[in-house]
């Protein structure tokens, strides 16, 4: 661990930057995870009870009740990802 930036967080790469960086794959990394193991769950569900084929999957068009779920969903999910760039611009940390 090297230097710290004035909001007391340590910097562990070469800038902050890079920090941030990687935060935001970390972030990445477990949601994807998580997102990963319920869908192979639900597929293995679905194939193994016989309720829905692979081509039904590829042919669903989303009412736009779905859609507007999605969106609020992909808005809470960017803001988790970003969380790290978000901080610094709530609380004024100058950029190194």
Request: proline share 3%; net charge negative; hydrophobic share 40%.
């Amino acid at each position: 661990m090297s230097r710290s930036t004035d909001s007391n967080r340590p910097i562990y790469l070469d800038s902050k930057q890079m920090d941030q960086l990687l935060t935001i794959v970390l972030a990445l990394m477990g949601e994807v995870s998580v997102l990963r193991n319920r869908l192979d769950t639900l597929e293995r569900l679905a194939e193994a009870k016989e309720m829905i084929l692979r081509e039904e999957m590829e042919s669903y068009v989303p009412t736009a009740q779905v859609e507007q779920e999605r969106e609020r969903w992909r808005a809470d999910y960017l803001a988790r990802v970003l969380r790290a760039l978000q901080e610094d611009r709530c609380t004024g940390v100058p950029e190194e």
